[in-house]
T-cell receptor, first 115, second 112 residues
Framework: AQKITQTQPGMFVQEKEAVTLDCTYDTSDQSYGLFWYKQPSSGEMIFLIYQGSYDEQNATEGRYSLNFQKARKSANLVISASQLGDSAMYFC????????????FGSGTKLNVKP | DADVTQTPRNRITKTGKRIMLECSQT?????MYWYRQDPGLGLRLIYYSFDVKDINKGEISDGYSVSRQAQAKFSLSLESAIPNQTALYFC???????????FGQGTRLTVV
């Protein structure tokens, strides 16, 4: 079974609007971490936000927030007030504490922000 | 200077050649990883190392080997490159509490 599922291969959003990128995960660990990374066309991986499984509040970092629904095993990324520079691939990732701390990545969502 | 540096950034090599991708980090982290990225597949783990004496296979280690020369250096080798190893390769490091993984800029490898 896939550890991380991102069901949206591509998405469009109008500039200045908010957008939600979906991510669901599969783990039996009680302790795990969830991550979002941005990959612009230049190829580098840019860390955006982190949510620990024991964190009760949703993580926020500037315009990024992580909508963490533990019972549903979802960790959606919300980008508010989209900007043209947000156009990129976005990857959801998980680290399981019980599985030698390996990182698992989803297949990514390509976000295009329209002017 | 980048915290995690990969060399080379781009490489074209012929089938059957041996090639080494190098990674060095200034974060002082013990944990280092090699991933490959293919369109539609995300990042898949090739090898990982939790300290200099620890090397572990990831999901797709066949056809690859690694060497952890020092805490700061982790190299990936393709002993006999084949075309389906054409991909974008990333090195990453993380601290013991794993709240963030830091990535290198990636190495785009093409095997012809």
């Amino acid at each position: 079974a896939q550890k991380i599922t991102q069901t949206q291969p591509g998405m469009f959003v109008q500039e200045k609007e908010a957008v939600t990128l979906d991510c669901t995960y599969d783990t039996s660990d009680q302790s795990y971490g969830l991550f979002w990374y941005k990959q612009p066309s230049s190829g580098e991986m840019i860390f955006l936000i982190y949510q620990g499984s024991y964190d009760e509040q949703n993580a926020t970092e500037g315009r990024y927030s992580l909508n963490f629904q533990k019972a549903r095993k979802s960790a959606n990324l919300v980008i508010s007030a989209s900007q043209l520079g947000d156009s990129a691939m976005y990857f959801c990732a998980m680290r399981e504490s019980g599985n030698f701390n390996k990182f698992y990545f989803g297949s990514g969502t390509k976000l295009n922000v329209k002017p | 200077d980048a915290d995690v540096t990969q060399t080379p950034r781009n490489r074209i090599t012929k089938t059957g050649k041996r090639i080494m991708l190098e990674c060095s980090q200034t974060k002082g982290h013990d944990r280092m990883y090699w991933y490959r990225q293919d369109p539609g597949l995300g990042l898949r783990l090739i090898y990982y190392s939790f300290d200099v004496k620890d090397i572990n296979k990831g999901e797709i280690s066949d056809g690859y080997s690694v060497s952890r020369q020092a805490q700061a250096k982790f190299s990936l080798s393709l002993e006999s490159a084949i075309p389906n190893q054409t991909a974008l390769y990333f090195c990453a490091t993380s601290d013991w509490d794993e709240t963030e993984a830091f990535f290198g800029q990636g190495t785009r490898l093409t095997v012809v």
